[in-house]
């Protein structure tokens, strides 16, 4: 079946399989959170987007094969509940935010700035720090040399907007201006979005809404 996007907390992972790297996402709760196992397919390395939640239905999710690394997208505690426990079964070298480090109570191994890599096998990402959300978002881009981008973009961006700046306009008008600026300046209309929440889209998709999300202020 053709990879959608739509996953249910409980239900399977959905794999969106591409020329060098697989990507599978599954939904934990209690808040309906993103998670996504990362494999390249030359190696078979495998690196997690965001311990959420469920440790369980995590680790079954990545297997036999363990991890070698997880990357925690942004400090707020719905993106870390499994964290420890993840690391802890797998020994896996953690990643986050720079600024967001110390807000997350698993030692941060690698602290991330933007235009950082992070490599899975063969397969090298590329974090974007997105300020707004909190301090030290990142999100990721996989350049894929096979095909078009691959962006997870925690909670800073999603299907009609970037992320909750919880009423701060300032804070909003920095979110925004990074994701027009780092995202949508450099990155093309078929660039595939993986949020933190809910599901997929795509940059083309979501570019002509820019300004009435500006003039909106959310």
Not at 23 to 28: H, M, P, Q
């Amino acid at each position: 079946m053709a990879y959608s996007g739509s996953v249910q907390v409980g239900g399977p992972a959905d794999v969106h399989e591409l020329t060098g790297l697989m990507i599978s996402k599954v939904a934990v709760g209690p808040m309906n959170n993103n998670a996504y196992l990362l494999r390249c397919r030359a190696t078979g390395e495998q690196l997690l987007v965001d311990a959420a939640n469920d440790a369980g239905t995590l680790l079954r999710l990545i297997g036999d094969d363990g991890i070698a690394s997880v990357v925690t997208t942004h400090r707020h505690g719905d993106h870390w509940q499994a964290l420890e426990e993840v690391v802890s079964a797998t020994g896996a070298t953690t990643y986050a935010g720079r600024d967001d480090a110390e807000g997350i109570p698993v030692r941060t191994d690698v602290p991330l700035a933007d235009g950082d890599t992070v490599r899975v096998g063969e397969v090298e990402l590329t974090a974007r720090h997105l300020v707004g959300h909190t301090p030290g978002s990142v999100a990721l881009v996989y350049d894929d040399p096979h095909g078009h981008p691959h962006l997870f973009t925690g909670d800073c961006l999603f299907p009609g907007g970037v992320g909750n700046t919880f009423g701060d306009h300032d804070a909003f008008l920095s979110l925004l201006q990074d994701v027009e600026t780092k995202l949508f300046a450099q990155l093309p209309d078929e660039t595939w979005v993986y949020p933190g929440h809910g599901d997929d889209t795509m940059l083309g998709t979501e570019r002509p809404h820019l300004a009435e999300w500006r003039e909106r202020g959310w």
